[in-house]
Nanobody
């Protein structure tokens, strides 16, 4: 049974940092594309970053490029999202998702069949 559990969210001041974790069970993260998404209040879900099963290369959308870093720890079967220089507009529920089928990862949510429950990130002074 494929399961994803996010953790690491919380309240942080603008300019601060958080590291989100996406712990996987029932599958090996090396063999799946893993994506990070977020959904702000009253808005749709938006893709942020992903890491490909094929070559482990990361991809970032312009909104987080240079501030967020995705990484994968095979030994812990966990994918991380390091978030630096956080802004109030980064406030959202953050989700990780897994896709076993495509060769390269995507930031489009319809490509992913497995989702975690989300973790809240609030950036406020």
């Amino acid at each position: 049974q494929v399961q994803l559990v996010e953790s690491g969210g919380g309240l942080v001041q603008p300019g601060g940092s958080l590291r989100l974790s996406c712990a996987a069970s029932g599958f090996t993260v090396d063999l799946y594309n893993i994506g990070w998404f977020r959904q702000a209040p009253g808005k749709g879900r938006v893709g942020l970053s992903c890491i490909s099963l094929s070559d482990g290369n990361p991809y970032y959308t312009d909104s987080v490029k240079g501030r967020f870093t995705i990484s994968r720890d095979s030994a812990k079967n966990t994918v991380y999202l390091q978030m630096n220089s956080l802004k109030p507009e980064d406030t959202a529920i953050y989700y990780c998702a897994a896709d076993p089928q495509n060769y390269y990862c995507s930031v489009y949510d319809y490509e992913y069949g497995y989702w975690g429950q989300g973790t809240q990130v609030t950036v406020s002074s």
